[in-house]
């Protein structure tokens, strides 16, 4: 089980780069994505994209981020800048354990740094969530987030010219 907490997440400023952490969370081998702030737009439009191409996946907004981290029983990850380096961090994780991975908008209070087992940089400089959770997954996953199957109503083959699309029609209408 992997489990993604976003902590800071502000409706207004944040509501695009949220949305692809969630998006970045679900292709690249998460089981859930939590965001600390109740945003009912974001949990629509990720609910949304699970109808339309597969799950399973869940998105859950409005959680006590600090009492959830207490409560949790497997490993804990904080995507920093200012963590260990991700190839000495990812072969201490012991993936058979749960594992929630958490990665901030706005300044972390460092309460988190220290309830973490393991502060984790994808580079010790400043980017972006949305790249350092994808790296870290493709690492902590091996790359295996590439055979996972989403059973979506929407297909999208592979395809080195244009655009392939498989959409079950009749399954997406009984949806709506
Ligand atoms: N200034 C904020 C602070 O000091 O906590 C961080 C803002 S940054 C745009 C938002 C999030 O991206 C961070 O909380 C962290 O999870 C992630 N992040 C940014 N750079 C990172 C890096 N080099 N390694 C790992 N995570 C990073």
Known sequence: MISILRIGHRIRRDKRITTHVCLVARMFGADEILIDTKDDRIEENIRSVCKRFGGPFHV???INALQYVK???G??????MYGEKLNT???EIDKTKDLLVIVGAEKVPFEYYELADINVSVGNQP???????AVFLDRH???SWQEKIFNGKIIINPSRKGKDVQT???ELDDSL
């Not at 490993?75 to 920093?80: D, E, F, K, P, Y």
């Open 89 to 91: 961090a990812i072969k």
């Open 60 to 62: 859950q907004t409005g």
């Open 127 to 133: 980017h972006s969530e949305v790249a350092a959770l």
């Open 71 to 73: 409560k949790w029983k």
């Open 141 to 143: 996953t091996n790359g």
């Open 168 to 170: 079950l029609e009749d």
């Open 75 to 80: 490993t804990i990850v904080h995507l920093t």
